[in-house]
């Protein structure tokens, strides 16, 4: 059969740079083939929400595309190229998990491509760690280098904006005081359609049948799933919203869990989005005076700089970095957090965030580390369930996304091969950045009694098992120095022991 090979897109390769031709993409006008399996809800428990994502996003792209896609619902993908694609040779973009890469690579008659999505090629990346002589890598430094490559948010002498390459300083502001929402408009809302309906039928079928079971809600669809919803959510946050990002980039409020965040991370993880398109509007409203300075080098430090530099750092350190276990945390996930039994959890910040995860399958990163990630830290949860639990709860989490954010900055199982220290702390942290604390049951600066925070014992019960580690650090030595001080240590870590791993 003569013609251009076809190109095989995954469900996170749904935007239209994953089938440009030119610079080691697709054949030119290639046929695309588009593979529902339907054993990958099988394999694992994800989120309702992110199911329905998922296959929304991608029937929406098949029916885009019209009668250049062959689209084909099947038990497995082997199954569906072959039904497909038959014998016929077909590239794919590479993809973004070392499963379906082994997949693609052990398929008879598949080329994979150069992955598409990112800013910074392999190589790029691997020459720079490379050439740290074994020095931690750490992401600012990688930072720097992708403002240089792609020219953002520079003088025309090749200096930054503004005379300073970072501007967290301005980015940590609690919570305006007696605010419950931030004064910005909502987030960007798409409106579902017929196609949304066919996937909740077929997922409610199929949840019916026990084929597939999830965890989580889905109620109507909150985040984008086609080009055109992705690009006008983009322009919503630029203009409305990316003003306020930054000062309140690390602040939560119990009553606005988007507070003034892009949640785009969502249709650039589906692919819909492309990084450059997301960085470059950023930098534009800027330079025309609409958002200040830190605003728009915090949003381009997350796309440009985090998000690349976790994307590099799953392929650079392999498959094997997931094992990782430093600290030697092996404790299970309890049932009520598998399950987002938020009911179950008296602490009000705890039980908030899990009531979004289970209602949205979202939250923003402050949540995720300081409030998720460090209960888990603190109870010593085994770092690769974890990862997998964030992977399946969350709308915009993937292997690639999951596994450098949770084993190394939110867990520390590395040991420090990422970060400088661990991300733990007491009430008195989640009382300053957020209004969390003020009608909960237990008080912030309580360690002991009926209202004793758990999130301030279980500090504490932290740095000591871990003081030895944490000494030696110059970051963490003072709260092992604090840690000597209290006279009450031994009937904080009593309480501790006998809370186990029940909710707080």
Excluded at 211 to 223: I, S
Excluded at 237 to 260: I, T
Excluded at 297 to 324: I, N, S
Excluded at 337 to 364: I, N, T
Aim: with cysteine; proline share 8%; aromatic share 10%.
């Amino acid at each position: 059969m003569s013609g251009p090979r076809p190109h095989w897109v995954f469900g996170d390769q749904l935007g239209p740079h994953f089938l440009a031709p030119g610079d080691g993409g697709p054949d030119p006008d290639a046929p695309v083939i588009m593979i529902e399996a339907r054993s990958v809800l099988r394999r694992r428990r994800f989120h309702r929400a992110k199911a329905h994502l998922v296959l929304s996003a991608m029937r929406h792209a098949a029916d885009d595309l019209g009668d250049r896609v062959r689209y084909v619902r099947a038990d497995t993908y082997r199954e569906g190229l072959a039904r497909v694609a038959g014998r016929r040779r077909v590239t794919v973009c590479h993809p973004t998990s070392y499963p379906a890469l082994r997949l693609v690579e052990g398929l008879p008659g598949v080329t994979v491509l150069p992955p598409r999505g990112f800013l910074v090629p392999f190589g790029d990346f691997r020459r720079w760690a490379d050439g740290r002589g074994g020095a931690r890598l750490l992401m600012e430094d990688f930072y720097h280098r992708v403002r240089r490559a792609e020219h953002l948010l520079l003088e025309p002498d090749g200096t930054p904006v503004g005379g300073s390459w970072n501007l967290d300083r301005d980015n940590r502001e609690p919570p305006p005081r007696g605010a419950a929402t931030l004064p910005v408009p909502p987030p960007f809302e798409p409106v579902e359609d017929e196609i949304d309906a066919g996937v909740r039928a077929d997922l409610d079928r199929w949840e019916r049948s026990g084929e597939v079971a999830f965890v989580g809600r889905d109620g109507p669809r909150r985040f984008a799933a086609t080009r055109a919803e992705a690009q006008q959510a983009l322009g919503h946050f630029v203009a409305h919203r990316l003003a306020d990002f930054g000062r309140f980039e690390d602040a939560m409020l119990h009553a606005d869990p988007w507070m003034a965040h892009s949640a785009l991370s969502v249709p650039l993880n589906l692919g819909l989005l492309d990084p450059a398109e997301c960085v470059r509007a950023a930098e534009s409203a800027h330079r025309a005076g609409q958002v200040p300075l830190n605003s728009a080098e915090g949003f381009v430090r997350q796309v440009a700089g985090w998000r690349e530099y976790v994307w590099q750092l799953y392929w650079y350190l392999g498959e094997d970095y997931r094992e990782a276990n430093r600290l030697g945390h092996h404790e299970p996930l309890p049932a009520w957090f598998r399950d987002l039994d938020a009911e179950a959890v008296g602490a009000r910040c705890l039980s908030r965030v899990l009531a979004e995860v289970r209602d949205h399958g979202w939250v923003h990163h402050i949540p995720r580390l300081m409030v998720l990630g460090n209960w888990a830290l603190q109870h010593g949860w085994d770092p690769r369930e974890l990862t997998d639990w964030f992977h399946r709860c969350f709308v915009d989490g993937y292997d690639w996304v999951m596994t450098a954010n949770v084993v190394g900055m939110s867990q520390y199982a590395d040991g420090g091969r990422i970060t400088t220290k661990p991300y733990t702390a007491g009430g008195a942290y989640l009382n300053r950045m957020s209004d969390f604390c003020g009608p909960c049951r237990y008080r912030p600066t309580d360690r002991l009694g009926a209202r004793a925070c758990p999130f301030t014992a279980g500090y504490w019960a932290f740095v000591h098992r871990h003081r030895a580690l944490l000494v030696a650090n110059h970051r963490t030595a003072r709260a092992v120095a604090g840690m000597g001080r209290l006279a009450d240590l031994p009937e904080v870590l009593a309480a501790e022991r006998a809370r186990g791993q029940s909710p707080p």
